[in-house]
């Protein structure tokens, strides 16, 4: 990725991050935060992770913020502008933060810096070589078209890792998906007095 | 280019930011999104380094499917917690953290 776009993205997602906890009204922290995940997935999409990039815009900004959205609605909230800021908290989460990244800056300073390794057509083409007859598995032979034609087939490859390396810890994560619907409906059900 | 070390500041601003927004605001639901704000910052490193630290060639698609799981469990606990957060309004008729008190000695 260009490095303007980098800081664009880089950018338009801080803003946002920093709109949350600065606007009053939840609606609009709400709309900050998928301000805030609009440039995550640009982020993510300049990685060359486009499945992720989809996922993040179709999961978090599409489902998840309307659903946060929805509940604001309807407990119908009133914007907290009432409540005098105590002195307290703002100093803690200051100070907390400036930690973190004076921390973070530290390490940062002392690990050698990588530039990203090549994903052009010559790289994609030597990799393919990995994957020619790599088992009896059908996404094989697509990723290898697709690396020798120039593309990166990223869907093909999370999908081979899901349902081969991980093919438990998805079944697993279906069962935790399957408990989350059943506990959100029965926590929402009125108690019967 | 941008270098990894570009990517892991940026995501360590974004959980800072998370972090200082889940101590500053009392509001819960803005606390929920805040802790989602960490989670997202978790996943930039992820496939920063994913892609940083390719194996074969590749971008290491292993942390891509962590990602994929963490946005999934990110997810389901949101389907939960804004549930718990509608009976809690149900019962207290506040979302304010200061003022969900009755269990403090």
Request: charged share 10%.
């Amino acid at each position: 990725m260009p490095s303007y776009l980098f800081w664009l993205f880089s950018t338009v997602m801080l803003v946002g991050g920093v709109a949350v906890i600065a606007l009053r009204n939840p609606v609009s922290s709400a709309l900050a935060v998928v301000t805030c995940f609009i440039g995550l997935a640009g982020l993510f999409v300049g990685l060359s992770a486009f499945f992720v990039g989809v996922i993040q815009i179709l999961v978090y900004t599409g489902a998840v913020m309307v659903l946060f959205i929805f509940i604001i609605m309807l407990l119908d909230l009133k914007a907290g502008a009432k409540h005098a800021k105590p002195v307290v908290p703002i100093v803690a989460a200051l100070t907390l933060a400036i930690a973190f990244i004076a921390q973070l800056a530290g390490v940062l300073s002392h690990t050698p810096d990588t530039a990203a390794p090549a994903l052009d057509t010559a790289a994609l083409a030597q990799a393919s070589g990995e994957w020619v007859d790599a088992g009896t598995i059908a996404a094989t032979g697509k990723i290898a078209t697709a690396l020798n034609a120039g593309s990166l087939p990223d869907v093909h490859l999370i999908g081979r890792a899901l349902f081969t390396d991980y093919n438990l810890p998805l079944q697993i994560i279906g069962v935790l998906l399957l408990v989350a619907t059943v506990g959100a409906v029965t926590l929402s059900k009125k108690t019967q007095e | 280019m941008a270098t990894l070390n570009n990517y892991l500041l940026v995501s360590g601003l974004l959980f800072a930011i998370g972090l200082a927004g889940v101590v500053l605001r009392r509001n819960i639901i803005v606390i929920f999104m805040c802790l989602e704000l960490m989670l997202s910052a978790a996943n930039l490193t992820l496939v920063a380094f994913s892609r940083f630290h390719p194996s074969h060639g590749l971008p290491d698609s292993n942390g891509q499917v962590l990602v994929f799981f963490v946005i999934t469990v990110a997810a389901a606990e949101v389907a939960v917690g804004l549930a718990i957060i509608v009976a809690l309004f149900r019962a207290r008729q506040t979302l304010r953290s200061d003022e969900l008190n009755s269990m403090k000695g």
